[in-house]
């Protein structure tokens, strides 16, 4: 079975500057007072409110990685809802953590 390319390495096939680019961009807006690990809840809230499921799934797991709690994935669900996310967004997400923390390693 073949793994399936994440998002970057699939742009990189097709374009390799574009997908340089992108990661310059993202490195680039993740500098400030803010630390990695807040940014990362932050991202996590906003691609709940956009169904992105792959990419929330990513950011999940590097939380994972970086020992964050289930919990504090899971508040920064909730915190969107009503302002951003309607509630079964904010469910399908919250189903999104259960299923990265309840991954192996």
């Not at 803010?34 to 499921?53: K, Q």
């Not at 899971?74 to 309840?102: E, I, K, P």
Request: aromatic fraction near 6%; proline fraction near 4%; glycine fraction near 6%.
């Amino acid at each position: 079975m073949t793994k399936k390319l994440n998002p970057v390495q699939f742009v990189t096939q097709y374009n390799p500057e574009a997908a340089e680019a992108f990661q310059a961009l993202r490195k680039a807006v993740g500098k400030g007072p803010l630390d990695e690990h807040t940014c990362e809840l932050i991202v996590i809230g906003a691609l709940a409110t956009t169904g992105e499921e792959g990419s929330f799934k990513v950011h999940a797991r590097r939380l994972r990685k970086m020992g964050a709690p289930a919990e504090e994935l899971r508040q920064s669900v909730l915190v969107t809802l009503a302002a951003s996310t309607t509630f079964s967004q904010a469910v399908s997400a919250l189903r999104w953590v259960d299923d990265v923390y309840a991954e192996s390693e």
